[in-house]
């Protein structure tokens, strides 16, 4: 009688465990902002667009590089970046140049002027971003590489 309970107890907690829902992995940063700035490039750069990419690209740098997800504005939003160790200065102040001059178009009245390129722009900080953020990885790894030579 014990043995069919264990049994049927067993079985259970198998069918539980193979039947159970698995977490999803959910995509890398950098392939949510593409998939989001994708369908921006065939639309007409206007103050909503400006808007839209500025948003994609923030939440990137902010998943990127740990930052908090507040809502900033863009200086203080730079202000955080630049204050970042894994941003660097030069990728920090292309981004900040980037975003002051989408919040320039944006609030600024409606003259004609040549296209800002937004989306390609972003997209190219999202590349140097990753390189940065791959360029980390790598130093890390070449610290960490002595200790564990030392340690066999």
Known sequence: MAGALLALVLMGVAGWF????????????????????DP???QPEEGALLSR????????LIAAFGLPPE???????????????GAGPELSAGIA??????DERKF?????????????QAL?????????????RQAAQGRLSPARKESQ
């Open 97 to 102: 140049e980037f975003l002051r001059r989408c």
């Open 40 to 42: 921006l490039r065939r």
């Open 53 to 60: 990419v500025s948003q994609v690209l923030r939440h990137y």
């Open 18 to 37: 193979l039947t159970r829902r698995k977490p999803v992995p959910l995509p890398a940063p950098e392939t949510l902002a593409r998939q989001a700035l």
């Open 71 to 85: 809502e900033l504005t863009s200086t203080e939003f730079c202000g955080l970046l630049r204050e970042n160790q």
């Open 108 to 120: 600024a009245p409606a003259v004609p002027q040549p296209a800002l390129g937004a989306v390609e």
């Open 124 to 136: 190219e900080f999202i590349e140097a971003a990753e390189r940065r953020l791959a360029e980390s």
